[in-house]
């Protein structure tokens, strides 16, 4: 179920079937010599994929930040032999740096944090990790996508953002930092956020959720939250760091491995063989979101097919707008108790 009318169902589905179907993801071309630059969830499916691709393009360090240690030492390795006689990869391999982060875990945000704040420099970040289920569960009490997809990340985004300022201030370029977000947040029934009380405590309460509407919802959540971000602090030689969400388009990872029956499986095998993009084009858009050359304009904007994305209804309709505002009301008073001082820029 959507809050979308029909005719703009119809007009995001011609633009997702354009997007999936008729516009090519170049391989980026940027120059990330020198930066160092954060991945999350770069142990497997797009966010391993942008790292691969960062490596190729000179970043001189790149952090995995990854749920299990072991998966990301695989995956480092991995990206180095990738580079490894490669001609494309300039001044030989970068250093890969593999950091233990749980992004359903406060206390294990805050303390990746603090480590990033000692980093010599912070150039960029790809908020990645993610996760789609169809079970209602909670971490910390918080349900799943709620807490990764939205607190975990703008958590992160919040404590990062400090770092990444002072880093863009000292080294006279700009930050990037960009969440993987997704283009089914037009679909998202967004009717579930209307409540006379706390927007939270519903999303929490298994009785009053539908888990299976989670996903997309949680998408539109962490836009409005980092729109909100973006809002608050505008480009200026204090707050130099780009902050954008952007969606990756439909790739082939193991994003959908959760149980969705017989039926469900099938059409998603058929839907994805049809539509979807590697996890290595879908990666492009990644680095795409934190690239050196990209311009102020991206700054609280909705990348897709590496351009600015038009708005739709759930993300600038009047109903919409006024959601956002309330969301973004409770959710950052939220951020506060569980972090204080986190949003205070
Ligand atoms: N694939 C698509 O079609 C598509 C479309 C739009 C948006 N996206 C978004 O793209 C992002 C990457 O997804 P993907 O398709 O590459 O899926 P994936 O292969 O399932 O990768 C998800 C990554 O997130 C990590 N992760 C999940 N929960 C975590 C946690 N609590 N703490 C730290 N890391 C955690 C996973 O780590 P583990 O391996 O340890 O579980 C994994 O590295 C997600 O945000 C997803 O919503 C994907």
Request: aromatic share 6%; with cysteine.
């Amino acid at each position: 179920m959507t809050s979308m009318t029909l005719p703009d169902q119809l007009r995001w589905t011609a633009t997702f079937l354009r997007s999936q179907l008729l516009t090519p993801i170049p391989t980026p071309t940027s120059n990330f010599s020198g930066q160092t630059v954060i991945v999350t969830g770069s142990n497997t499916g797009l966010g391993l994929e942008a790292a691969r691709h960062l490596a190729r393009l000179g970043a001189g360090k790149i952090i995995l930040a990854v749920r299990t240690l072991a998966k990301g030492e695989a995956a480092a390795q991995d990206i180095l032999r990738s580079c490894h006689g490669n001609a494309d990869v300039p001044d030989g391999a970068p250093t890969i740096e593999v950091w233990q982060l749980d992004m359903s875990d406060t206390h294990s945000i805050r303390s990746f944090a603090e480590r990033a704040g000692k980093l010599e420099r912070l150039d960029a970040a790809v908020l990645n990790a993610g996760i789609l289920t169809y079970k209602f569960e909670t971490q910390e009490g918080v349900e799943s996508h709620l807490a990764v997809n939205v607190v975990g990340t703008v958590l992160l985004t919040c404590l990062l953002l400090p770092k990444m300022r002072e880093s863009a201030a000292r080294t006279g370029l700009r930050g990037r930092l960009t969440v993987v977000g997704s283009d089914m947040m037009y679909m998202a029934d967004t009717r579930e956020l209307q409540t006379d009380g706390s927007i939270i405590a519903k999303l929490n309460d298994p009785a009053r959720s539908q888990v299976k509407q989670r996903y997309p919802l949680s998408k539109v959540l962490v836009f409005y939250s980092l729109r909100e971000l973006a809002s608050r602090c505008p480009l200026d030689d204090a707050s130099d760091v780009i902050l954008s969400v952007l969606t990756p388009g439909a790739c082939k990872s193991d994003i959908f491995r959760d149980d969705m029956g017989a039926l469900g499986r099938m059409f998603m095998g058929v839907a994805m063989a049809a539509l979807g993009r590697s996890t290595e084009v879908g990666g492009r858009t990644l680095v795409f979101g934190v690239s050196p050359d990209l311009t102020a304009e991206a700054h609280g904007r909705f990348l897709m097919d590496n351009k600015i994305a038009p708005n739709g209804t759930n993300v600038d309709g009047p109903t919409s707008r006024e959601l956002a505002g309330r969301w973004n009301e409770e959710f950052f008073a939220y951020l506060e108790k569980i972090s204080p001082g986190c949003t205070a820029f």
